[in-house]
């Protein structure tokens, strides 16, 4: 078993939709990482948590710490949101990062 | 924010000939730069960790002979893929840690497509 399980693996949605994606991990952490990547291969880092909720325009990533999950949602979704979004855990004590395998969206106009 | 220049995007080259991966931080100072190999559909893996001025260290099963990792400054790290061969086409990416502690996150590259042929 994976330490860090994402799921859906794929998802397609109707342009405005809401959409969420989820991770779970099995490992302490000091910090989660929500990262994007594009069909080019280039990964932007969206969010880092601790704890909490973030948000960052239609972007909203929560961390239960306690039930080890986090979530990542994607209000009114757009076709540029398109993408693989990779969750990433820290663990204490070390600067690597265990990935999950991603999960793929589609976002049809 | 802190960008990570990663060049060349993309490379093809013929077997048996070595490819230098380069990898800049533009605005930070990289102490710390993690070199990811990524095959198709999967996750990013963990090839190496360089510490700028001291040697880099391998994970389990990377050649460091074949993956030769120099981060001679704060500002580049390079990653040579020494005589290279068909196996070792795939999807390579740099990713620094912004500053000296891990609470300040890390960025990554654009990442660097090779194709041995």
């Known amino acids: 078993k994976n330490e860090v399980e994402q799921s859906p693996q794929n998802l397609t949605a109707q342009e405005g939709e809401f959409i969420t994606i989820n991770c779970s991990y099995s490992v302490g952490i000091s910090a989660l990482h929500w990262l994007q990547q594009h069909p080019g291969g280039g990964i932007v880092s969206l969010f880092m948590l601790s704890s909490g909720k973030k948000k960052h325009g239609r972007l909203i990533a929560t961390i239960n710490i306690q039930e080890k999950h986090s979530s990542l949602h994607i209000t009114a979704s757009h076709p540029r949101d398109s993408a693989v979004y990779i969750c990433a855990v820290k663990p204490p004590n070390t600067d690597k990062l265990i990935f999950g395998t991603g999960t793929r969206l589609q976002v049809f106009p | 924010g802190a960008v990570v220049s990663q060049h060349p995007s993309w490379v093809i080259c013929k077997s048996g000939t070595s490819v230098k991966i380069e990898c800049r931080s533009l605005?930070?100072?990289?102490?710390?730069m993690f070199w990811y190999r990524q095959f198709p559909k999967q996750s990013l893996m963990l090839m190496a960790t360089s510490n700028e001025g001291s040697k880099a260290t391998y994970e389990q099963g990377v050649e460091k002979d074949k993956f030769l990792i120099n981060h001679a400054s704060l500002t580049l790290s390079t990653l040579t893929v020494t005589s290279a061969h068909p196996e070792d086409s795939s999807f390579y990416i740099c990713?620094?840690?912004?500053?000296?502690?891990?609470?300040?996150?890390?960025?990554f590259g654009s990442g660097t497509r090779l194709t041995v042929v």
């Open positions: 605005d930070f100072q990289a102490t710390t």
């Open positions: 990713s620094a840690r912004v500053g000296r502690d891990w609470y300040y996150g890390y960025t």
